[in-house]
């Protein structure tokens, strides 16, 4: 069952539907052909607030759910809630909820691999890819980062706790300086260390070596990618 109401500061009304115990946050806007607009970390759907409206003006139906442990979706304090087939189940559960069908799917960073994988398990449902900056296979990760981000209870100190992941993501991964009313809003649904669990868990999802959990199930979007004739545009 979906609900909607309004968030302060954020100019799209905001819709909450309950996907297998969590209530995921989303916003639908308009009518049309679908786009399904997937964030990754450590942000929340307040990134397309500047690509939806031109979308939703050329006629298009543009749907973008928070992933759970993001922006207004729940946030389970522990961190064993979260893993990656269980984004994959929750946006596969949102998208039956709503009867999504035919949809173009857009996502980056980690917003990739999630709904990557929703799209060849169900080809049939997509009509084409829009690929940003992500990942679809097995990573080799600096050193560095393996230490801070990587390295159980030490990262999530440094991720929740400290909140350097977030801090160290935005003061490098924009091409221009975020302004002060920006950077409140992505800081907005996150502000303490409870609700950063999913935030602390991602990069810890990325499979470095054959032998992580996320290995197979990641390289296997690769793999189908190569062989799948789908209409694909590529922005990295």
């Given amino acids: 069952m979906a609900t909607?109401?309004?968030?302060?500061?954020?100019?799209?009304?905001?819709?909450?539907?309950?996907?297998?115990?969590?209530?995921?946050?989303?916003?639908?806007?308009?009518?049309?052909?679908?786009?399904?607009?997937?964030?990754?970390?450590?942000?929340?759907?307040?990134l397309y607030r500047k690509m939806i409206p031109p979308l939703v003006e050329a006629g298009f139906r543009c749907v973008a759910p928070d992933l759970a442990g993001f922006g207004m979706s729940d946030k389970p304090i522990e961190e064993s809630a979260y893993t990656l087939r269980r984004h994959?189940?929750?946006?596969?559960?949102?998208?039956?909820?709503?009867?999504?069908?035919?949809?173009?799917?857009?996502?980056q960073d980690w917003g990739g691999p999630v709904w990557l994988r929703y799209?060849?398990?169900?080809?049939?449902?997509?009509?084409?890819?829009?690929?940003?900056?992500?990942?679809i296979d097995i990573q080799q990760?600096?050193?560095?980062?393996?230490?801070?981000?990587?390295?159980?209870?030490?990262?999530?100190?440094?991720?929740?706790?400290?909140?350097l992941f977030r801090k160290m993501a935005f003061s490098v991964g924009f091409k221009r300086p975020l302004s002060k009313e920006a950077k409140a809003m992505y800081n907005l649904p996150s502000k303490n260390s409870s609700a950063r669990g999913g935030g602390a868990v991602f990069p810890k999802m990325i499979p470095t070596n054959e032998r992580h959990e996320n290995a197979g199930y990641i390289s296997e979007i690769s793999q189908t990618l190569k062989t799948w004739d789908v209409p694909v545009l590529v922005c990295f």
């Fill in 4 to 46: 909607s109401n309004k968030i302060p500061c954020f100019p799209f009304e905001s819709n909450y539907a309950t996907i297998d115990g969590f209530k995921l946050h989303y916003v639908d806007e308009s009518e049309g052909p679908i786009i399904l607009l997937i964030h990754g970390q450590p942000t929340w759907i307040f």
């Fill in 88 to 107: 994959v189940d929750l946006v596969s559960g949102l998208i039956a909820e709503l009867n999504l069908e035919g949809v173009t799917v857009v996502g």
């Fill in 119 to 135: 799209a060849i398990d169900h080809r049939d449902n997509v009509k084409a890819l829009v690929i940003f900056n992500t990942l």
């Fill in 141 to 163: 990760m600096p050193m560095f980062f393996k230490v801070m981000f990587r390295s159980g209870g030490l990262s999530s100190f440094l991720s929740r706790d400290l909140d």
